[in-house]
């Protein structure tokens, strides 16, 4: 019988064929489809922040994922949006 859950157990010494590594390499399909939407979300989201006059942020970068306003003074605050 064909195991099903092979996502479950990634260390399983059965999966042999680049297939099958290959989707449990790939996320859940509606788990990719959430992480697209966030992309799509961040890409279109305004770049501009509203910023107390003390930070005057130079450069708004992506770190790992986290929208990040690097200040003037080379710290790296998390950037609020709301």
Do not use: C
């Amino acid at each position: 019988m064909r195991q099903v859950f092979l996502h479950r157990r990634p260390h399983s010494p059965r999966i042999t064929t680049t297939s099958e590594k290959k989707a449990l390499a790939r996320p859940h399909p509606s788990l990719a489809r959430k992480l697209n939407a966030t992309r799509t979300k961040m890409r279109t989201m305004s770049m501009t922040v509203m910023m107390s006059d003390t930070l005057r942020a130079e450069v708004i970068t992506m770190v790992y994922g986290r929208w990040v306003v690097r200040a003037g003074r080379g710290e790296e605050k998390p950037a609020s949006f709301e």
